[in-house]
């Protein structure tokens, strides 16, 4: 047997040897060309990482930020006097819309990611071509129409003052939603933190009417040189869409504040939102002072997010003047953090009510989205709208009581006067200057309609002129206040009606609120009364009775689980006794079997 096993292990070793002889050596047909002061061992790790790196491309990320801080104090956003023709409406009577107290503060990111791989120009490109013909097709339409009507301007136009924003452009009757293919991997993610705003408003509307105004548009480069030929650029903006049905003198508002890391998802030119992260926040609705009953006020805080690139850039001429235009096809992701409803009602007639103008306040939040084509001349843009939105949150506070009155001087335009100097004052003068302001508006020709296609908006310009007079001593220059949107933000504390919001994660859904009302807690629960009884005396009469009740179904199910373990026993041995230890003089030999007393007490319940 020995000799069998050792004849097994020689033929191990000459078939190892054998298979060993029939393999070259390592380096023996591969000549290394190694750097300066590098080894050959050197050389081949490089050359693992090199193909490894290969192998498992990673994802390339393109991420920028920037700033929203801006701030409004007295600040007329628009306004109207008189009629004024907006296309086959007419638009009569006064409008005036006034930040009284504005402001916006906190730092928006955005992020490009390209998965693995992936040729990102060669896919946006393939993107593109897919529908060059109806992207070709919109933009010259749109193009020809602007510069039709810009030809009944050429008075305008060749004036020293012309300035293209200056232009009333009446609504383009075209539909920019093209169906854009969504790019497979690559993603584009827009976050939010120390994201605030508060906005005092006093507004006069002498009828129905909805307008759009822009408070904040982004002006710094924000996006991303993914490749020599692509550039994505991204655009954050925040309007202030309101909407009145009748008549109105209203000054109200509304303040936000939502925690930070508020992340929105979407895949490249996708029309729907893939994941949001919003880690909840808190709202307030400011005091209300209104003038009439039976109006309602709907106020849109929207904060934008486009991202697209430039197709191609057309141009024209109109009395000698170049118009440079840039088309191209945009993702566009529409939040709207605040939307806010107020309904004024009268209190009926004899009701005994102490308040006069009854108000019921809704709040909700949304998020849209949707692709397609963008054309721009200036500052104007024509482009897609929300095509269907998600409301993630939505709440109606309890009614609240409105004061009476109008809306201040200073919301109507007012001159600023200079103060009277004071008694035995030094010498003083007086210094005045002229300030002009052009605000623009988007009138929505359907009254009510928050999203307005770019069919039914028109744009809208005013000039403001204010006289700003200043007292100063004798030889003193003056300086002047102007009311203009500046970068400092002084956020200003919650009042006592603050609301929280809730968190939510993942695809976004429709909000459902919960039906269950709030509990009252273990302090309500004790001081509250069942069927007129209190519940401190039903709880105590409960824990008196239940409590021995209790005690004697757990002895009693105690006992009944040993008997029947004892009788299991006694069946498989026999029913041995095991008594204890009894002296022979008192043990009772005729005893044939042990005796066993039980006795139970237990008290029934009445």
Known sequence: MQFTHLLSVLSWAGSLSFVAAGVAPLNSNIEFRNAAGTSSSDTLRAVRRSLASAATKRDTVFKNSTSINSSWDGVTLFSIAGEKQKGSASVSASVEIVCTT????????????????????????????????????????????????????????????????????????????????????????????????????????????????????????????????????????????????????????????????????????????????FNGGNFEFLPVTIQTSGVVLTALLRVGIRAGVDISTPSDTIAGIALGFSAGVVAAVFADVAQFITNVTVAPAGSGSKCDLHIVEEYTMLLGANAGATLALAGHTWGPT??????????????????????????????????????????????????????????????????????????????????????????????????????????????????????????PVSFVPTSSPTSPGIGGVLNGKTGGVNNKLIIGVSVGIGVPVLIAVVAGFVFFCKRKRARNVDATHGSPVSEPYTPASTYNFSKKSPIVAVRESGRRGS
Do not use: W
Request: overall charge negative.
């Open 386 to 507: 929300p095509n269907t939105q998600v409301p993630l949150f939505f709440t109606t506070l309890a009614a609240a009581c409105a004061v009476t009155g109008t809306v201040s001087a200073a919301a109507i335009g007012a001159t600023i006067t200079a103060r009277d100097p004071a008694p035995d004052s030094v010498s003083s003068t007086t210094a005045s200057t002229t300030v002009k302001y052009t605000n623009t508006a988007i009138l929505c020709l359907s009254t009510g309609l928050l999203n307005c296609p770019n069919s039914l908006q028109s744009t809208s310009h005013n000039t403001v002129t204010k006289t700003l007079l200043s007292v100063v001593p004798s030889g003193s220059k003056a300086t002047f206040l102007t009311a203009a949107r500046n970068t400092a933000v002084t956020p200003i504390a919650f009042g006592t009606n603050v609301k929280a919001l809730s968190s939510i994660s993942g695809s």
């Open 102 to 277: 504005c402001y916006i503060k906190g730092t928006a990111t955005a992020q490009f990611t390209i998965n693995g791989n992936l040729n990102a120009s060669q896919a946006i490109h393939n993107v593109t071509s897919s529908i060059e013909k109806e992207f070709t097709n919109i933009t010259t339409t749109a193009v020809q129409d602007v510069k039709n009507f810009a030809e009944n301007l050429t008075s305008s136009i060749s004036s020293a003052e012309f300035n293209v924003n200056d232009i009333d452009f009446p609504p383009l009757e075209l539909d920019f939603d093209v169906d854009v293919p969504a790019v497979p991997a690559s993603d584009l993610k827009f976050q939010f933190d120390g994201l605030e705003l508060y906005m005092e408003i006093d507004t006069i509307l002498s009828g129905g009417a909805t307008y759009t105004l822009n408070l904040y548009t982004s002006e710094t480069a924000i996006g991303f040189a993914v490749a020599n030929e692509l550039l994505v650029g991204v655009v954050f903006s925040i309007d202030l869409i309101l909407s009145v049905e009748s008549e109105i003198d209203i000054s109200t508002g509304f303040h936000i504040q939502l925690h930070d890391g508020i992340a929105i998802d979407i895949p490249m030119f996708d029309q729907n939102v893939s994941s949001i992260n």
